[in-house]
């Protein structure tokens, strides 16, 4: 039996040109999965479905190996459990050198086609270094240049110290230090300890 698989990140994205790639294969909608979630991991709803589905024999299709997941090392492990464990052939239509299928005994068409998933994840990981390395080098330079990172500090009321003296005298409970100074519970007392910080100094 043969199967497709089609996924998109989210549901605003558009599924056609998968859908389209894989009718010009001869499947039909009922023999079509498909996922509108992210590719960051094989827990998805539909795809889980295909997983029961699938029998020794059976030819999966996909478009393009990046809809099967994002992940080339997770890719790597489903891909071993596909074609090795469940004993399916994979056809993955963007790149002809990744079928599976095979004639008779012949294991030349598996071969290569591990070899050059093999290859595509050292590539792809080495994508992932260098944009990392190119990241933390664009971030050390925006900081020297004095660009600031994360969000901005919460300004401290004018009336703030009056609060905390009332505060601190009992005058006031916690609750109405905070309701009064305008601020969340977490950005009070974590401005409360940097005035006890410096007084202390």
């Known amino acids: 039996m043969n199967y497709g698989y089609a996924r998109v990140s989210t549901i605003n994205q558009h599924l056609d040109r998968q859908i389209d790639e894989l009718h010009k294969v001869g499947l039909l909608d009922s023999q079509i999965f498909i996922d509108k979630e992210s590719g960051k991991d094989f827990n998805r709803t539909n795809y889980k479905k295909?997983?029961?589905k699938l029998r020794s024999g059976d030819?999966?299709?996909?478009?393009?190996?990046?809809?099967?997941?994002?992940?080339?090392?997770?890719?790597?492990?489903?891909?071993?459990?596909?074609?090795?464990?469940?004993?399916?052939?994979?056809v993955v239509i963007d790149m002809p050198l990744l079928d599976t299928r095979i004639e008779g005994k012949n294991l030349v068409g598996k071969f290569i086609a591990d070899v050059v998933l093999q290859v595509l994840s050292f590539?792809?990981?080495?994508e992932r270094e260098t944009m990392k390395q190119r990241?933390?080098?664009?971030?050390?330079?925006?900081?020297?240049?004095?660009?600031?990172?994360?969000?901005p500090s919460t300004p401290t009321p004018n009336d703030f110290n009056n609060i905390v003296r009332l505060y601190k005298e009992k005058k006031i409970t916690v609750v109405t230090a905070i309701n009064m100074s305008g601020l969340t519970r977490g950005t009070f007392y974590r401005k409360l300890k940097?005035?006890?910080?410096?007084?202390?100094?």
């Open 50 to 52: 295909l997983l029961k």
């Open 194 to 201: 940097n005035i006890e910080v410096k007084s202390s100094q």
């Open 59 to 90: 030819v999966l299709y996909v478009k393009s190996i990046d809809r099967l997941g994002r992940n080339y090392n997770m890719i790597l492990d489903e891909w071993r459990i596909l074609t090795k464990e469940k004993d399916i052939d994979i």
């Open 135 to 151: 990241q933390a080098e664009g971030i050390r330079m925006a900081k020297l240049r004095g660009v600031k990172f994360g969000r």
């Open 123 to 126: 590539v792809a990981e080495n």
